[in-house]
């Protein structure tokens, strides 16, 4: 089999996988305003369960906010504010916000 041939298979079998989030920046700007009190807040600590700085977004690879979203929603991470949001979110959403904030 040609490089190009196995390349190509590759590429289209870790797409298909989900491993890049195909989103939209633009559209994920607009949906990010619920991350923004939080996330947005310079100097922003949370006080429940315990005091701590929010995880700044900007800049995070989109993969890896997908992820984390998804594993909110599914409750494999435990937060309350964020398992309640990410619940609210389709797969398109997360896509969206996750390419907004990795293009910071």
Not at 84 to 93: F, G, I, P, R, V
Request: with cysteine; aromatic share 10%; charged share 20%.
């Amino acid at each position: 089999m040609k490089k190009s041939a196995l390349l190509c298979l590759v590429i289209g079998a870790v797409a298909a996988s989900g491993a890049f989030a195909a989103g939209d920046p633009v559209a994920g700007k607009k949906k990010a305003f619920m991350c923004a009190g939080c996330h947005g807040a310079p100097g922003y600590r949370a006080g429940y369960p315990e005091i701590f700085a929010e995880p700044k977004l900007g800049g995070q690879h989109a993969d890896y906010l997908v992820n984390a979203l998804q594993q909110y929603k599914n409750g494999e991470r435990k937060f309350g504010t964020m398992e309640n949001t990410a619940k609210a979110l389709s797969d398109q959403d997360m896509a969206d916000i996750a390419a907004y904030y990795a293009a910071q």
